[in-house]
């Protein structure tokens, strides 16, 4: 069983930067693809960036891209999500998600407990 716990959110003004993190803790981290998402109020949630076991090939939602990233490092369990010249759209509860298709051909998937970013003057 993975836990994953998020931090990192704030109130911020536009134009300015975050860094959210999210820790894991319980499973081989390394093996899970991981993701950010996130909802704003009466929205769906949607898959802000995504990166895969190794930390290539990120892809990223297009009114996010050339503003986020999503670096991770294996060595301390963790994803980060950079985001930075904030606007208000970008306001949200933000989400950590893991998945793997395991040995044997299950797939789990994992969520953390969201993290709020407002961005407001």
């Known amino acids: 069983q993975v836990q994953l716990v998020e931090s990192g959110g704030d109130l911020v003004q536009p134009g300015g930067a975050l860094r959210l993190s999210c820790a894991a803790s319980?499973?081989?981290?390394?093996?899970?693809?991981m993701s950010w998402y996130r909802q704003a109020p009466g929205k769906e949630r949607e898959l802000v960036a995504t990166i895969t076991t190794t930390g290539g090939s990120p892809n990223y939602l297009d009114p996010v891209k050339g503003r986020f990233t999503i670096p991770r490092d294996n060595g301390r369990n963790t994803v980060y999500l950079q985001m930075n010249s904030l606007i208000p759209e970008d306001t949200a509860v933000y989400y950590c998600?893991?998945?793997?298709?395991?040995?044997?051909?299950?797939?789990?998937?994992?969520w953390g407990q969201g993290t709020q970013v407002t961005v407001s003057s």
């Open positions: 998600h893991a998945e793997a298709t395991l040995i044997g051909g299950r797939y789990e998937y994992y």
């Open positions: 319980g499973g081989t981290f390394s093996i899970y693809a």
